[in-house]
C-alpha cells in the first residue's frame, strides 16, 4: 500500500513540473495610434522585433497600430490596470505631467542631436520621469514623433495671421490649443483615426502631423496645402504601466528598458530618413511653401511666458533644454 501511495505522489510531481522550455510566455501588448508605414509603426515593430528575439520564450510582444486598443487618451488611461501593457503616445503625456508639455513649445527643440541630447540629459531626466511611477506608469525610451508641419483646405500659411478662422485639429493636450489659439486659428482635440473623413467632410479644414504621419494617414489626399512650418517637435515615448513593470522579473526588465533606450537612435534616424523621402509624395499632390518662421517665433512669445507661469519649474526646465542646443 505504501509503495502505490509513493508511486502515485511521484506520477502527481512529474504531472505538476513544467520544464523550463515549456514555461508560460509573457505576452505585453503595445499600442499606438499610428497606421501602418508611420513612424510609430516602425519602431514599434522594429522593438517588438528586438525583444521578442532577445527574450524568446521569456516574453512576446505584439503590436496593435491603427488604434486598435483606443486613442491615445484611452490607452493611457487603461495602462494603470494593465489593459494595454505597453503605449507609445507623443503629446498625450502632458496630460499625464504639465511638464511634458516643455515639448509643446514652438521651436524649443531645433534638430534631432539636441533632441537626443535631451533625452540624455540627467537632469531632464529626473525633471520629466522619476514622478511617473508613483502616478503608475513608467517611461522606457523616448522615441520619435518628429517636426510637424500644417496642411489646410483654404490658402496657404506663411504668417500666423493666416491661421485666422482656419478649423484646425490637434491632439490632445491643452498646449498646442493654446498655441494655435494665439496665432488666430480655431483648433479641436480630435483622436488621430477621425481626422482624415473630418477633413474630407469638411467638419476640419487643416491638420498638423510630421510627414510619416501625414503620409501613412494618406491626408495628401484630402489637404490643398503644406506649410513647411516646423513649428514643433514632438518626441514620442515608450510607456508602460507600473503594476505589470513591477511584476516582471528584473532580468527582463533590463532587456526591455535596454532595448527600449537604444530604439530611441533608431526612431530620429528612421524620422530624418522618411523627411527625405516623403516630401515628394507629398507635394504633390498637395502645394507645399515656405513659413515666416520669425514671425512664428515672434507670435509664440506669450506661450512660453504662460507656460512658465502655469506649470511649477517651467520657466527653468526650458533653459535647460535651450541650453542642450
Known sequence: MKRIFLGILVLTLVGLWIPPSMAQTITLRLGHVGFPGSLFAITTDEYAKRVNAALKGKVEIKVFHSSQLGSDEQMMRGIKVGAPELVAPSTVMSTVDA???????????????????????????????????????????????GFRHITNNVRPIVKPDDLKG??????????????????????????????????????????????????????????????????????????????????????????????????????????????????????????????DKDAFIKGSATIYEEFGKEVPGGTDLIKLVQSLR
Do not use: C
Open 99 to 145: 511638464k511634458f508639455g516643455v515639448f509643446e513649445m514652438p521651436y524649443l527643440i531645433v534638430s534631432r542631436a539636441h533632441m537626443k541630447k535631451v533625452a540624455e540629459n540627467k537632469q531632464v531626466q529626473d525633471q520629466l520621469f522619476s514622478g511617473l511611477p508613483a502616478k503608475g506608469v513608467r517611461v522606457l525610451g523616448v522615441w520619435e514623433n
Open 166 to 291: 482656419i478649423k484646425l485639429r490637434v491632439p490632445g493636450g491643452v498646449w498646442r490649443v493654446k498655441m494655435f489659439k494665439e496665432y488666430g486659428a480655431n483648433p479641436s482635440p480630435m483622436p488621430l483615426a477621425e481626422v482624415y473623413s473630418a477633413l474630407q467632410s469638411g467638419v476640419m479644414d487643416a491638420q498638423e502631423n510630421p510627414f510619416p504621419q501625414i503620409a501613412s494617414a494618406k491626408f495628401q489626399e484630402v489637404q490643398k496645402f503644406l506649410s513647411l512650418s516646423g513649428h514643433v517637435y514632438t518626441p514620442a515615448y515608450l510607456v508602460v504601466g507600473e503594476e505589470v513593470w513591477t511584476k516582471l522579473p528584473k532580468d527582463t526588465q533590463n532587456t526591455l528598458s535596454k532595448i527600449a533606450w537604444e530604439m530611441g537612435d533608431v526612431a530620429r534616424s528612421e524620422g530624418e530618413r522618411l523627411d527625405k523621402e516623403l516630401m515628394s509624395k507629398l507635394a504633390p499632390p498637395m502645394k507645399a511653401n515656405e513659413v
